[in-house]
């Protein structure tokens, strides 16, 4: 059979499935509308008090500082650790950043941006998402941290986790991808302009982005609003789905620990349900090593959720699932093992970290949190993004100058 003729009967069996899937999902509500209903205004609560308030600033930050260029000058000085060590350009350092600050759905969307505007290709749009998807720093140190664990210090500890394993995924998977056609062409030109000094061609590159985009300010922000909002929206529906999905399959398996569901299916609940309540497992009676492993290992893979909120903003690059969720898998095996062996050592030494900010009442589920709360929370992430920022910008620095020296001289 010809690939054309196999890429026809996988595209229209891709909606057969999906309308197969929602005939049953409509049937398993009708039969049980009450607890179906139930688990539906507990997704809801979590995506309007945590996910909408922790995201929407972000989002807005991100398409403005896009369309404004300084994400594209900013690229330019993070192009050598962008370039050798993930092979992608230089502008996903801003995309890697922020999906680090503000999770996986923003990072999406800002690969997206920048997809729209022909800097990177389809299959680089892939990889950037991929490399920029990670849990929310509000998800794991206040949520996680501070209000299911009761340690801050254990938050913290997580998150460096979460990051490092992150980033250990993306350069693994960089080793076996060669660069594209349209990225060595890119290179090409801009070889031309080394000769330049650095300012210039941050200039450069934020000007040449700046008159690409030509919105004027106020439709700027009234777009980048709406858009962000629309995005969330997106998010929101897969939250409420998915939390009646884990509600059917729990009910439907009840020999199987809920634990394994939620974590498998949606990052937020899968936390809860893994650390607090009787539906934990039963290693994580305490909070040892093996408990944050697992509890690790899940954060990096985000649930199938969180990957398909991804997917849906990257529609238009055609990510495809299972590579995506490939790098998923990946993370989370780095993000068990560094767990496994770190956890003890990097813990001790955040035992006097206080969390970002104050939960009042160490009891609260993470569903019932305010949105004042996590509200207050933007200015020490906005610190923290400042921090990753100046980190990456470091780290591109010292690549270039390893490069420079390993360079034969004329």
Not at 119 to 130: F, H, M, N, P, V
Not at 263 to 287: D, I, K, R
Request: aromatic share 8%; proline share 5%.
């Amino acid at each position: 059979m010809s690939p054309i003729k196999i890429q026809r009967i996988t595209s229209g069996a891709a909606p057969f499935a999906g309308g197969a899937a929602a005939i049953l999902l409509a049937i398993a509500i009708v039969s049980a509308p009450e607890s179906s209903f139930a688990a539906s205004l507990q997704g809801l609560k979590l995506w309007w008090t945590l996910v909408f308030p922790a995201l929407l600033p972000f989002l807005i930050l991100s398409e403005m500082l896009t369309a404004s260029g300084a994400v594209h000058g900013f690229g330019v000085m993070l192009e050598p650790l962008m370039k050798r060590v993930f092979r992608l350009p230089g502008a996903g350092g801003w995309t890697l950043a922020l999906g680090m600050t503000a999770g996986f759905p923003a990072g999406a969307g800002a690969v997206m941006q920048l997809h729209k505007q022909g800097r990177i290709t389809d299959k680089e749009a892939g990889r950037l998402a991929s490399l920029a998807h990670y849990a929310s720093p509000v998800t794991v140190l206040i949520v996680i941290g501070a209000a299911f664990l009761h340690s801050p210090a254990s938050g913290y500890t997580l998150l460096a986790i979460h990051w490092l394993a992150g980033l250990s995924a993306g350069c693994t998977s960089a080793l076996f991808t060669g660069r594209s056609k349209l990225q060595s062409t890119a290179i090409q030109e801009r070889a031309h302009r080394k000769r330049a000094s650095l300012l210039t061609r941050v200039y450069r590159a934020a000007a040449d982005a700046r008159a690409q985009d030509g919105r004027s300010f106020g439709r700027l922000l009234g777009e980048s609003v709406g858009s962000a909002v629309q995005n969330l929206m997106i998010v929101g529906g897969y939250m409420i789905i998915f939390a009646v999905v884990i509600h059917i399959a729990a009910s439907a398996l009840p020999q199987l620990p809920p634990a394994l569901f939620s974590s498998l299916l949606e990052v937020h609940l899968g936390a809860y349900t893994l650390t607090t309540g009787t539906a934990a497992l039963p290693v994580f009676n305490s909070m040892n090593t093996l408990t944050a492993a697992w509890l690790s290992a899940a954060l990096a893979w985000s649930g199938i959720c969180g990957q398909l909120q991804a997917l849906t903003l990257l529609k238009q690059a055609g990510v495809r699932y299972l590579s995506y969720a490939a790098i998923r898998l990946l993370h989370g095996m780095y993000a068990f093992l560094f767990t496994f062996l770190l956890w003890k050592p990097l813990l001790n030494l955040q035992t006097n970290v206080q969390p970002a900010i104050s939960v009042p009442d160490e009891h609260l589920p993470a569903v019932t949190l305010n949105p004042l709360t996590v509200w207050r929370s933007i200015p020490q992430l906005a610190a923290l993004q400042a921090l990753i920022l100046l980190l990456l910008l470091a780290l591109s620095a010292a690549v270039y100058i390893t490069a420079s020296f390993r360079r034969p001289s004329a």
